[in-house]
């Protein structure tokens, strides 16, 4: 039973006794689920998840309920359930998540809200609480109307563009139907963020090209550079341009016709650079998109985590259904074909990257968020990383047999001598192959899951790389794999 409660669980909380005197301990993490997407507080059992049980579940039940009605406002909806785990009496208490956000704890005449960053329950940062009001106000920041009269602004590059992807002419009414202002002519902040001037201050995309595969100084390290502001039709165009500009298209000869070869698939990177527009928050401010190309990959990051509160490296992508922060802005996306209105962009990365040629598993596209943050990573599948090293090695071997041929049969001694040296010789390790030692020798018991979120690479690549260690003798996997641990050699 006590197995069933911690799988079901998106987040857990364990708690070997009910803390009456200083309840904070335990009802901030009852705020922090009722605020994003629920979870439950294990009473009676210990940290590392081991049942040590309560000695009157029932009492401890009623002052579980009263403690919540008296301490938490609004009284979020709780489901109290007992069980006895190898003879000891459990206590689940589980948070169902929550309409009426933000839910405070108060006490001493001072209150506080809570969210959940990890397995941890902190206190919400401001903005966070100002997106956690419009949410449970049943708003959202694009929706809300400003004091700007849209006779102010023009809208020149919406109107074109919407009439060349929808096939129809942009009507005077649409901008009320659409939501971009309110009956009287006021524009809201999606409207603002439709605009061509750069309405919204933090409306804005910074792009680089890195010389390499780290971030180093913008002056010293970055092959290009551009940043832009504007409406949110401009920065997906420029955004796209900015890769394109950055990035090359291979090709190989076929019989009767040449196969391209492009390092991204554009339409993977068009849906990037929208996930990013459309579900930013844009309440954060001082904080922009930023684009980072490096030689082997693109990061696509924004401000805002996941809308529904949960780590997306945590979720099964194939689950995850369509929550909008900004539903205005995603609806008038969705109109000019930009996006689908199904929560299928993620999947459409994946899959126009997988039928790229040249794609293999490793190069699966990688998403991670945390509270303020959501970043995509696409790899360039013509990024021969894994044949860098051998075809090194062939090239230097090739070289000194040319010289060598030159001389006669007596320096064969010689020859095998240099070319028993090169078989021999240590080739480098990569910048991932070195990432993963180093996180092995933090944390020698770390998963193959951790280890991906870790250095940002996906399961897949994780794998190929920890194979390539093993064969080259720098590590070794002790004991079972569910139990065991990595050893560096």
Same mark, same amino acid.
Request: with cysteine; proline share 3%; glycine share 6%.
């Given at each position: 039973?006590?197995?069933?409660?911690?799988?079901?669980?998106?987040?857990?909380?364990?708690?070997?006794?009910?803390?009456?005197?200083?309840?904070?301990?335990?009802?901030?993490?009852?705020?922090?689920?009722?605020?994003?997407?629920?979870?439950?507080?294990?009473?009676?059992?210990?940290?590392?998840?081991?049942?040590?049980?309560?000695?009157?579940?029932?009492?401890?039940?009623?002052?579980?309920?009263?403690?919540?009605?008296?301490?938490?406002?609004?009284?979020?909806?709780?489901?109290?359930?007992?069980?006895?785990?190898?003879?000891?009496?459990?206590?689940?208490?589980?948070?169902?998540?929550?309409?009426?956000?933000?839910?405070?704890?108060?006490?001493?005449?001072?209150?506080?809200?809570?969210?959940?960053?990890?397995?941890?329950?902190?206190?919400?940062?401001?903005?966070?609480?100002?997106?956690?009001?419009?949410?449970?106000?049943?708003?959202?920041?694009?929706?809300?109307?400003?004091?700007?009269?849209?006779?102010?602004?023009?809208?020149?590059?919406?109107?074109?563009?919407?009439?060349?992807?929808?096939?129809?002419?942009?009507?005077?009414?649409?901008?009320?139907?659409?939501?971009?202002?309110?009956?009287?002519?006021?524009?809201?902040?999606?409207?603002?963020?439709?605009?061509?001037?750069?309405?919204?201050?933090?409306?804005?995309?910074?792009?680089?090209?890195?010389?390499?595969?780290?971030?180093?100084?913008?002056?010293?390290?970055?092959?290009?550079?551009?940043?832009?502001?504007?409406?949110?039709?401009?920065?997906?165009?420029?955004?796209?341009?900015?890769?394109?500009?950055?990035?090359?298209?291979?090709?190989?000869?076929?019989?009767?016709?040449?196969?391209?070869?492009?390092?991204?698939?554009?339409?993977?990177?068009?849906?990037? !650079?929208?996930? *990013?527009? @459309?579900?930013?928050?844009? =309440?954060?401010?001082?904080?922009?998109?930023? #684009?980072?190309?490096?030689? %082997?990959?693109?990061?696509?990051?924004?401000?805002?985590?996941?809308?529904?509160?949960?780590?997306?490296?945590?979720?099964?992508?194939?689950?995850?259904?369509?929550?909008?922060?900004?539903?205005?802005?995603?609806?008038?996306?969705?109109?000019?074909?930009?996006?689908?209105?199904?929560?299928?962009?993620?999947?459409?990365?994946?899959?126009?990257?997988?039928?790229?040629?040249?794609?293999?598993?490793?190069?699966?596209?990688?998403?991670?968020?945390?509270?303020?943050?959501?970043?995509?990573?696409?790899?360039?599948?013509?990024?021969?990383?894994?044949?860098?090293?051998?075809?090194?090695?062939?090239?230097?071997?090739?070289?000194?047999?040319?010289?060598?041929?030159?001389?006669?049969?007596?320096?064969?001694?010689?020859?095998?001598?240099?070319?028993?040296? !090169?078989?021999? *010789?240590? @080739?480098?390790?990569?910048? =991932?192959?070195?990432?993963?030692?180093?996180? #092995?020798?933090?944390?020698? %018991?770390?998963?193959?899951?951790?280890?991906?979120?870790?250095?940002?690479?996906?399961?897949?690549?994780?794998?190929?790389?920890?194979?390539?260690?093993?064969?080259?003798?720098?590590?070794?996997?002790?004991?079972?794999?569910?139990?065991?641990?990595?050893?560096?050699?």
């Amino acid at each position: 039973m006590l197995d069933r409660y911690i799988a079901e669980a998106t987040q857990c909380d364990f708690k070997q006794a009910l803390e009456t005197k200083k309840p904070k301990s335990w009802l901030k993490s009852v705020c922090a689920f009722a605020n994003g997407i629920g979870g439950t507080l294990l009473f009676g059992v210990d940290d590392d998840g081991r049942p040590v049980g309560l000695e009157n579940i029932k009492d401890d039940s009623e002052k579980i309920s009263e403690l919540i009605k008296t301490r938490i406002v609004p009284v979020p909806q709780v489901v109290i359930e007992t069980f006895e785990e190898d003879g000891k009496a459990i206590l689940a208490l589980s948070v169902l998540p929550g309409r009426s956000t933000p839910y405070w704890y108060k006490a001493d005449g001072s209150r506080e809200t809570f969210i959940r960053i990890g397995n941890e329950s902190v206190s919400a940062p401001d903005y966070t609480v100002n997106e956690l009001i419009l949410k449970g106000s049943n708003q959202s920041y694009d929706a809300m109307v400003t004091g700007e009269k849209r006779s102010l602004y023009s809208f020149t590059l919406l109107e074109a563009t919407y009439r060349e992807r929808a096939g129809i002419p942009f009507e005077l009414s649409d901008y009320t139907s659409f939501g971009l202002t309110d009956s009287n002519g006021f524009l809201t902040n999606a409207g603002k963020l439709m605009a061509d001037q750069h309405a919204v201050y933090n409306s804005r995309i910074f792009c680089t090209r890195w010389n390499g595969l780290k971030k180093g100084s913008v002056f010293d390290d970055a092959l290009d550079d551009k940043e832009y502001a504007g409406g949110l039709i401009s920065l997906l165009q420029n955004g796209r341009d900015f890769v394109k500009n950055n990035s090359h298209v291979r090709f190989a000869k076929a019989p009767k016709f040449r196969i391209d070869k492009p390092d991204y698939a554009e339409r993977a990177v068009t849906e990037a !650079i929208v996930n *990013a527009l @459309i579900h930013r928050d844009y =309440i954060l401010m001082g904080a922009e998109i930023h #684009i980072d190309m490096f030689d %082997d990959r693109l990061e696509i990051s924004s401000p805002g985590g996941m809308f529904s509160g949960s780590p997306i490296q945590d979720r099964d992508i194939s689950q995850i259904g369509s929550y909008r922060r900004n539903p205005v802005i995603a609806d008038l996306f969705h109109r000019m074909r930009f996006m689908e209105r199904r929560g299928s962009g993620l999947h459409r990365i994946i899959s126009e990257t997988e039928r790229l040629p040249g794609y293999q598993e490793s190069m699966r596209p990688v998403f991670l968020s945390d509270q303020s943050s959501f970043k995509v990573i696409i790899y360039n599948v013509n990024y021969a990383e894994n044949d860098t090293n051998s075809t090194i090695d062939s090239t230097i071997k090739s070289n000194i047999n040319n010289v060598l041929s030159k001389f006669d049969q007596s320096n064969s001694t010689i020859k095998n001598t240099i070319n028993s040296t !090169i078989d021999d *010789a240590e @080739i480098p390790l990569t910048e =991932i192959q070195n990432d993963i030692l180093n996180a #092995i020798a933090e944390s020698p %018991d770390i998963s193959m899951t951790e280890l991906g979120h870790k250095i940002g690479r996906s399961r897949s690549s994780v794998r190929y790389h920890i194979q390539q260690l093993k064969n080259a003798g720098k590590i070794q996997r002790e004991g079972t794999t569910r139990t065991g641990k990595w050893v560096v050699l």
